[in-house]
């Protein structure tokens, strides 16, 4: 073969190799995550800093919460598969807008954190079995008047920037021609003190965090969160798509524990008891919606 048949040779092969390798699935071109936890010695966990009780930081600085400990079962059940009990765990800060990318980079193994499992976000990432189900509300204060989402016309609504609730409620406000006005927090904390300084009159969010919130207030009796469920949102821990070993051994681990009865202990320490640092108490008992998900978990969910 001469050389310039040889280059024209080659040339095409390797054109025709990066062709292909775009038509792999990414996770046949990236390293499994149990592989990439294997040769790493490391796993690395997203959490949230403060969204109680599921993912926040103690005083330790620790994170600690309802997905922290999970997820902490989650981990021994991976250092299992590997036979490597020596395993360090890695905890990385995300947050609304930054727990997908820290995801698809590898910059995480698992979010374990407060999101929700939506039909958008799966064609990013993969979730395990839904852990929480929670409704989205209004927190507002006891005298402001509003009920439902109709009395928000003319007013001034905040949300936390990326989260699921930003999104519905523009395309409420849109539809309902409430002509709220629709600012962001960049986190549930900030969220919460726009409306207690009365910058914002409601704070649309998952119900589970309004209550957490609103423990933490000065006096949480001059806060009210709306009876009205304005979504079904199933939280649950977030994952890469395209390694399913990875992925069934996490959903196996997180059935064993809700089949096994274990999440009911562990719900009551983060739900139903005072929780650090300051020992509030949500008093928030596992919903029916919740319980009757637990007799058949599953990670399938509708579109």
Not at 165 to 176: G, H, I, L, M, V
Request: charge should be positive; include cysteine; aromatic fraction near 8%.
């Amino acid at each position: 073969m001469s050389n310039n048949r040889y280059r024209d040779f080659r040339k095409g092969s390797l054109s025709a190799f990066f062709l292909l390798s775009l038509l792999l699935p990414i996770g046949a071109q990236s390293a499994a995550t149990l592989q990439k936890i294997a040769e790493t010695g490391a796993v690395s966990i997203g959490f949230r800093e403060s969204s109680p009780p599921f993912s926040y930081l103690a005083e330790t600085r620790q994170p600690i919460g309802y997905s922290i400990e999970l997820c902490t079962k989650v981990i021994e059940a991976v250092k299992r598969e590997l036979k490597r009990t020596n395993l360090v765990v890695k905890y990385v800060p995300v947050s609304t807008s930054s727990r997908i990318s820290a995801l698809t980079s590898g910059e995480i193994d698992l979010e374990c954190g407060s999101t929700t499992s939506t039909a958008e976000r799966r064609k990013e990432v993969e979730f395990t079995i839904p852990t929480f189900i929670a409704a989205a509300r209004l927190l507002v204060r006891e005298d402001s008047g509003i009920k439902s989402i109709f009395d928000l016309s003319g007013k001034t609504v905040v949300t936390t920037q990326g989260s699921s609730a930003e999104r519905f409620f523009k395309e409420r406000n849109e539809e309902r021609s409430l002509r709220a006005t629709v600012i962001l927090g960049k986190d549930h904390v900030e969220s919460f003190a726009l409306v207690e300084s009365g910058k914002a009159h409601a704070f649309i969010m998952d119900d589970v965090l309004l209550y957490s919130l609103r423990s933490t207030a000065k006096n949480p009796d001059d806060y009210a969160i709306t009876r009205e469920a304005l979504t079904v949102e199933p939280l649950a821990i977030m994952l890469r798509k395209d390694d399913p070993s990875f992925k069934k051994l996490v959903d196996t681990e997180i059935a064993r524990i809700i089949t096994s009865g274990e999440v009911h202990a562990i719900y009551r320490k983060w739900f139903e008891s005072p929780i650090p640092p300051h020992r509030n108490n949500l008093r928030m008992p596992m919903s029916y919606m919740l319980r009757d998900s637990f007799k058949m978990p599953t990670a399938w969910l509708p579109n």
